[in-house]
């Protein structure tokens, strides 16, 4: 079965880390921009971060640069979405998405189809 899954959610006070996983299974990572979007109770879905299959390009949301760093491995077909200085306007349900032949702006900025949605992995951000 071909899946995207999250993992390494949870409940961090302000100010702290969080490294979310997004895992592959049924298909390879190697030649899809991979994308973490979010998307907080009663607000549209946002963009946080993009990478390119070769890891060459990113692209980071404006509210999240300087933050969050955006990594993968193909090899254990994984990308990772390091979240430091964390604020509770981070606090939302985090999805990973997968799209072929795109760039990474477009994948994180435009309304475009995914190839492949994960089910998300909640963050909260609070004291």
């Known amino acids: 079965q071909e899946q995207l899954v999250e993992s390494g959610g949870g409940l961090v006070q302000p100010g702290g880390s969080l490294r979310l996983s997004c895992a592959a299974s049924?298909?390879?990572?190697?030649?899809?921009?991979i994308g973490w979007f979010r998307q907080a109770p009663g607000k549209e879905r946002e963009g946080v971060s993009c990478?390119?299959?070769?890891?060459?390009?990113?692209y980071y949301a404006d509210s999240v640069k300087g933050r969050f760093t955006i990594s993968r491995d193909n090899a254990k077909n994984t990308v990772y979405l390091q979240m430091n200085s964390l604020k509770s306007e981070d606090t939302a349900a985090y999805y990973c998405?997968?799209?072929?032949?795109?760039?990474?702006?477009?994948?994180?900025?435009?309304?475009?189809?995914?190839?492949?949605w994960g089910k998300g992995t909640l963050v909260t951000v609070s004291s």
């Open positions: 998405a997968a799209l072929g032949l795109t760039t990474v702006q477009a994948m994180c900025v435009t309304p475009v189809p995914m190839d492949y």
């Open positions: 049924g298909f390879t990572l190697d030649y899809f921009a």
């Open positions: 990478i390119s299959p070769s890891e060459g390009t990113t």
